[in-house]
T-cell receptor, first 115, second 113 residues
């Protein structure tokens, strides 16, 4: 069965600190897709990144980076030099190729970045 | 502009009074879905639709109905709302293929008294 665990409920950091948000997933499928979405205080859901299960190449995009490790079933997200505008709830999500349109979201991690 | 539009954005109602939350997308996406977001639980899928007249239950379908008569519209119907359906609801759409990005509506905050 699918499962996504975001063990960190809330994280609080001071501006310019680096912060890593953890995501651990469970799936029986060999082909699956992982996503990160951001939900700022305004409430909308914004797509950040996706990875398929065959692409373990880590990615850096500006201050954001993602570390996908199949061996530990993890897809962690790091913000370098955090800013107040990074304050949001971050969701990790999993879709399986055989699962149709079924997507499982983690419970989310609320990040507070203090000035 | 590509978008998913939900209406209303806010709704307060009373137990048992039928309501419909509309969802419309202008991207010609095959797949549409409804989620509810509750504190500590993340987003949970209520129903989804793979195409016109094709729908299926998600993880929390009890108390909800959907229909997909047109490709662009996917309304969520609460025939007899109860207080435990007080939540933040999101509609989403994406092109076919599980790898594709979901686009979300702005959300509907529903309170059932």
């Amino acid at each position: 069965a699918q499962k996504v665990t975001q063990a960190q409920t809330e994280i609080s950091v001071v501006e310019k600190e680096d912060v890593t948000l953890d995501c651990v997933y469970e799936t029986r499928d060999t082909t699956y897709y992982l996503f990160w979405y951001k939900q700022p205080p305004s409430g909308e859901l914004v797509f950040l990144i996706r990875r398929n299960s065959f692409d373990e190449q880590n990615e850096i995009s500006g201050r954001y980076s993602w570390n996908f490790q199949k061996s530990t079933s993890s897809f962690n997200f790091t913000i370098t030099a955090s800013q107040v505008v990074d304050s949001a709830v971050y969701f990790c999500a999993l879709s399986e190729r055989t699962g149709g349109f079924k997507t499982i979201f983690g419970a989310g991690t609320r990040l507070f970045v203090k000035a | 502009e590509a978008q998913v539009t939900q209406n209303p954005r806010y709704l307060i109602t009373v137990t048992g009074k039928k309501l419909t939350v509309t969802c419309s997308q202008n991207m010609n996406h095959e797949y549409m879905s409804w989620y509810r977001q509750d504190p500590g639980l993340g987003l949970r899928q209520i129903y989804y639709s793979m195409n016109v007249e094709v729908t299926d239950k998600g993880d929390v379908p009890e108390g909800y109905k959907v229909s997909r008569k047109e490709k662009r519209n996917f309304p969520l119907i609460l025939e007899s709302p109860s207080p435990n359906q007080t939540s933040l609801y999101f509609c989403a759409s994406r092109a076919s293929g599980s790898f594709n990005i979901q686009y979300f509506g702005a959300g509907t905050r529903l309170s059932v008294l």
